[in-house]
């Protein structure tokens, strides 16, 4: 897809809902990422939520809306909340059913922010990279999953640009899940590294961390120094946030609201725990990587260190993590690549030559 073209999908049939009352549809794992990007952007007047099984009668601070009760607005407009083309089909059905005015809230955002998205475009470093984040573009729009041809299958740490850095190096792990990622830079590095710091919120996620890091250092006859994890997220201070985990701790994130499913965590902001200069930084943090790299700005200035962060949790980081990076730093070079057959694991790479 050339650049005319994606200019041309972004600005052809632009929803309108100025002046109407808008409901995001869907009180799931979705909208709860979409919440950091939502207070980036402005789309008009947020009414409420709706979803057809709500687990409770608010969500983030706004009602929750029976399908029932938003029949009764006249003024109502619904942006569908969801990146699996089964739900949207499913979903979208029903909307037309109750002869209800609708897009995709990614759709609404990337439309709407499509001077941003074209900003973003531009700011690529290779044709690959700009194929793969129009395709992407357009996957969101449609509400479609990419085909084969976009997916590449190796991960944050076979990029050429990367290599170019002594062996010897200190790597920043947010989000390190179990380990697996940690793992995979230590056959990478073959064993040769300063140091690595992981930060893993999820308890349960953190104990498989704990086994998998004791394993690591026997195996590999590693310094018990040279990998160290922490119990905390990251973000843009220091501070203490309600933690769900979800999909087995795939997809557990911090949340604004408490229940009575999650518990408090410590987040971290890297400027102030990180005093050593590192040189790869990996985010896959739940939507929180915009935060994180508020966080982390003064060291990112400083040390300019390799980039690897996911972009994919909402349509907002789609656009907004590569244009603050480039505020941050205006040398770093970017390109994205897609790692998974869903509209997940789209990775953001960026380096200073």
């Not at 897009?103 to 470093?125: G, Q, R």
């Not at 195996?219 to 985990?245: C, K, P, T, Y």
């Amino acid at each position: 897809m050339q650049r005319k073209e994606l200019l041309e999908m972004l600005t052809n049939e632009v929803p309108d809902f100025s002046g109407k009352n808008l409901y995001i549809w869907g009180t799931g794992n979705t909208a709860a990422l979409y919440q950091k990007g939502l207070k980036r952007v402005s789309l008009g007047n947020i009414k409420g939520y709706c979803d057809n099984h709500p687990k409770a009668s608010c969500f983030e601070g706004f009602k929750v809306f029976s399908p029932q009760e938003l029949c009764c607005d006249k003024d109502a407009y619904v942006l569908l909340c969801t990146p699996q083309p089964d739900l949207i089909l499913k979903i979208g059905t029903q909307l037309d059913a109750m002869d209800m005015q609708w897009c995709l809230i990614e759709e609404a955002i990337l439309k709407k922010y499509s001077s941003e998205v074209m900003k973003c475009y531009d700011l690529l470093d290779d044709e690959e990279s700009k194929r793969t984040y129009a395709k992407l573009v357009e996957c969101r729009l449609r509400g479609a999953y990419p085909d084969t041809q976009v997916c590449e299958s190796e991960q944050y740490f076979h990029m050429p640009q990367f290599t170019r850095r002594p062996l010897g190096k200190t790597f920043i792990d947010c989000g390190a899940f179990v380990g697996d990622s940690l793992e995979k830079y230590i056959w990478n590095q073959g064993g040769v590294f300063d140091q690595i710091i992981a930060f893993e919120p999820d308890p349960e996620n953190f104990k498989a961390l704990e086994v998998r890091r004791k394993r690591l250092l026997q195996e590999w006859n590693l310094a018990e120094d040279s990998v160290q994890i922490v119990q905390a997220g990251v973000g843009h201070e220091n501070e203490e946030i309600h933690f769900e985990r979800a999909d087995s701790g795939l997809g557990s994130k911090f949340m604004s609201e408490s229940s009575d499913t999650g518990n408090n965590s410590m987040v971290v902001a890297l400027d102030d725990y990180l005093k050593e200069p590192y040189s790869f930084l990996k985010a896959d943090i739940e939507s929180y990587e915009y935060n994180m790299l508020l966080g982390a700005s003064k060291g990112i200035k400083k040390w300019k260190p390799d980039l690897a962060l996911s972009i994919y949790h909402n349509a907002v980081d789609f656009f907004s993590l590569i244009q603050l990076i480039h505020s941050m730093v205006p040398e770093y070079k970017f390109i994205v690549r897609h790692h998974l057959y869903t509209l997940a694991e789209t990775v953001l790479y960026a380096w200073v030559e």
